[in-house]
């Protein structure tokens, strides 16, 4: 199996589906696609946005999402939750300021960006690539990178994962 750049969701999907095999880490998703092309290995996770043109064009067939459910871009896909319960591991996006940027300039840009995230053509494109623009407020914000934080460190630790 391959994992560029996705080692702890991969870990935790292995571990919640209680499947032992070897990752190997790829330094992208253009390796892993050649290698799971080539038949080096099994099969892989990335991005959805990554693979998107290898599995249009049948090259590789996308078995599952990450995300919690099913995806327009791959409906046959089912999410990789239904065989490991509780997986999600889904790429967010956030913008961060300096600590003591005054709290007008912070909801100019929250709220500038969340308009440009509501134009209907922004939101076209982002979901032809996978994504699901949902702006969260400063405070909602914090809160999930804080949940995040928490269940990947969990999850590097139950692997014995240790930061370089």
């Known amino acids: 199996m391959g994992t560029p750049g996705n080692v702890l969701p991969a870990t935790f999907f292995l571990s919640s589906a209680k ?3 070897t990752t190997v880490p790829y330094k992208g998703a253009g390796p892993l696609q050649i290698d799971v092309m080539g038949g080096h290995v099994a099969f892989g996770i990335a991005a959805i946005s990554s693979v998107l043109g290898t599995v249009k064009s049948g090259r590789v067939r996308a078995i599952g999402v990450c995300s919690p459910e099913r995806t327009p871009l791959y409906p ?7 065989a490991a319960p509780g997986f999600q ?3 967010w996006f ?7 940027t005054p709290p007008a300039v912070v909801k100019r840009i929250r709220d500038d ?3 440009v995230l509501a134009m209907p053509d922004m939101r076209k494109r982002m979901h032809e690539i996978g994504g699901d623009p949902a702006p969260l407020s400063s405070e909602d914000f914090a809160r999930w990178v804080r949940s995040e934080i928490e269940r990947w460190n969990k999850v590097a630790k139950e692997a014995g994962i240790k930061p370089r």
């Open 19 to 21: 499947v032992n095999v």
């Open 89 to 91: 591991a889904v790429a």
């Open 94 to 100: 956030g913008m961060f300021v300096p600590r003591g």
């Open 76 to 82: 046959e896909a089912p999410p990789m939750a239904e």
């Open 113 to 115: 960006v969340a308009d």
